[in-house]
């Protein structure tokens, strides 16, 4: 069977439209928070409790789909992974996230999904943590100052860290642009 150049054209461009049309209707694919990632020199397993960050949301809404955890190779324990709210302390979402399993992305981190997608206000803070185990996983603290942090997706900032056995969180002092874990989310823009 032949088929002139015009043909061709149309099949192209009505291949093009149906995928464009299915991308639309499914909603932008959902991105890392982190974009880059520095990890500090201490790596820990001597806590027992949440660990994480709390950010602010910048000037639009943004739809949450997963909660990620820096995977250290020698990480084979599940984490329950949660959003709470900063000023309620009201547990917005959680996810298990088991270590063991999948591969990390380019930056390091895994996820989970969360049952149904959340909606991080704009200018609202919140509190993204993972429930770490005495002498379990191990992840990225602090020593003097050098923490986890990396550079982020302008849809939010990293106010400090965070630790404790349920919110409200304590807050790890003047730790701005640093996370414990570190913790991650996918995000789609509203």
């Known amino acids: ?33 982190f974009k880059t990632v520095s990890l500090g020199k201490e790596i ?5 409790g949440f660990a994480g960050m709390k950010i602010k949301v910048g000037s639009k809404d943004i739809k949450v789909t997963e909660l990620g955890r820096y995977f250290e190779k020698t990480n ?11 000023k309620t302390n009201q547990i917005l979402g959680s996810a298990t996230l088991d ?41 990225f603290g602090r020593t003097n100052g050098n923490m986890a942090k990396g550079t982020v ?7 400090t860290q965070i630790y404790g056995g349920k919110p409200p969180f304590t807050q790890a002092g003047n730790t701005v642009n640093q996370t414990y874990g570190p913790v991650n989310f996918k995000y789609q823009a509203m």
């Open 1 to 33: 069977m032949k088929m002139n150049g015009k043909r061709i054209l149309t099949v192209l461009v009505v291949t093009i439209f149906i995928i464009s049309a299915s991308v639309f209707a499914w909603g932008a694919e959902a991105v890392s928070f």
């Open 153 to 159: 997706a302008p849809v939010a900032q990293i106010l």
């Open 99 to 139: 270590m063991s399993k999948g591969k990390a992305d380019s930056l390091g981190f895994k996820y989970a999904p969360l049952k149904a997608p959340i909606t991080l206000k704009a200018n609202m803070e919140y509190d993204i943590v993972s429930n770490e185990k005495l002498n379990s996983d191990k992840w």
């Open 44 to 48: 820990r397993n001597d806590y027992a």
């Open 76 to 86: 084979t324990e599940s984490h329950e992974l949660q959003i709470v709210d900063h």
